[in-house]
C-alpha cells in the first residue's frame, strides 16, 4: 500500500528558505512514471486547502502562479523521494504541508499525514 | 484561475439526516471534479472524483452528481463520523483549486 510520509524543520525564520520532503514507500516513485503526479497541498491553520504544485518523475513540474517566484519542487528517484523549497517566507506561509499523489486526469487519491511548519522568529 | 464556490459554508443537522452541498465552478470544467472528506487533524480523504464516481471502500450513503459549472455532494443518513469538512475541487486544469469547504456540524 502506498504511503507518503512528510519531513522538516516545524519552525522557519521569515524570509528564510521552507524545505521540506516526501518519502514515498510500498512503490517505486517511477512505476506508471507517465501517469503519476507527486505534489504539495497546504492548509493554513483554521482555513481552507491551496494545491501548491506538483511533478513528475521526470521532473516536469507545475506550480501554483501564486506562488512560483519562491518555489521549486524537485524528485530525487534513487532516494523514492520528492521535496519543496519555499523561499522568502513569512508569517502567511504558516500551514500543514501535505505531500500528495494524483494520477493524470484524476484528483489527489493519496495524502501524507501533514507536517505542521510555522513561521515565526 | 477556475474559482470554486461551495455552499454552504456550514451546516448544522441531526444524526440521520440528509444534506446537499453545492459547489459551483467559475467555467466549464466538464466532470472533473471531486470532492473529499476532513476530520479534525486528518488529512482530507476522497470520497468523490469525476463527479459521481465513488472512490474503492467510500459508503454508498456519499453520492455526487453535476456536470459543467454546478455540482452536488449529498450524504444520508448522516452518523456521527460523518460531522466533518467537506471540499471540492476542480482537476481540470492547473492551478488545482479547492472551494472554500463545508463545515457539517450537530
Known amino acids: 500500500q502506498l504511503q507518503l510520509q512528510e519531513s522538516g524543520p516545524g519552525l522557519v525564520r521569515p524570509s528564510e528558505t521552507l524545505s521540506l520532503t516526501c518519502t514515498v514507500s510500498?512503490?517505486?516513485?517511477?512505476?506508471?512514471?507517465?501517469?503519476?503526479?507527486w505534489g504539495w497541498i497546504r492548509q493554513p491553520p483554521g482555513k481552507g486547502l491551496e494545491w501548491i504544485g506538483n511533478i513528475d518523475y521526470s521532473g516536469n513540474t507545475d506550480y501554483n502562479p501564486f506562488l512560483k517566484s519562491r518555489l521549486t519542487v524537485s524528485v530525487d528517484t534513487s532516494k523514492n523521494q520528492f521535496s519543496l523549497s519555499l523561499s522568502s517566507v513569512t508569517a502567511a506561509d504558516t500551514a500543514v504541508y501535505y505531500c500528495?499523489?494524483?494520477?493524470?486526469?484524476?484528483?489527489?487519491?493519496?495524502w501524507g499525514k501533514g507536517t505542521t511548519v510555522t513561521v515565526s522568529s | 484561475d477556475i474559482q470554486m464556490t461551495q455552499s454552504p459554508s456550514s451546516l448544522s443537522t441531526s444524526v440521520g439526516d440528509r444534506v446537499t452541498i453545492t459547489c459551483r465552478a467559475s467555467?466549464?470544467?466538464?466532470?472533473?471534479l471531486a470532492w473529499f472528506q476532513q476530520t479534525p487533524g486528518k488529512a482530507p480523504k476522497s470520497l468523490i472524483y469525476?463527479?459521481?464516481t465513488s472512490q474503492s471502500g467510500v459508503p454508498s450513503k456519499f453520492s455526487g452528481s453535476g456536470f459543467g459549472t454546478d455540482f452536488t455532494l449529498t450524504i444520508t443518513s448522516l452518523q456521527p463520523e460523518d460531522f466533518a469538512i467537506y471540499y471540492c475541487?476542480?482537476?481540470?486544469?492547473?492551478?488545482?483549486?479547492f472551494g472554500g469547504g463545508t463545515k457539517v456540524e450537530i
Open positions: 467555467e466549464d470544467i466538464s466532470n472533473y
Open positions: 500528495t499523489r494524483r494520477t493524470v486526469n484524476y484528483p489527489t487519491d493519496v
Open positions: 510500498g512503490d517505486s516513485i517511477t512505476s506508471r512514471s507517465a501517469n503519476y503526479r
Open positions: 475541487q476542480q482537476y481540470k486544469s492547473y492551478p488545482l483549486t
Open positions: 469525476a463527479a459521481s
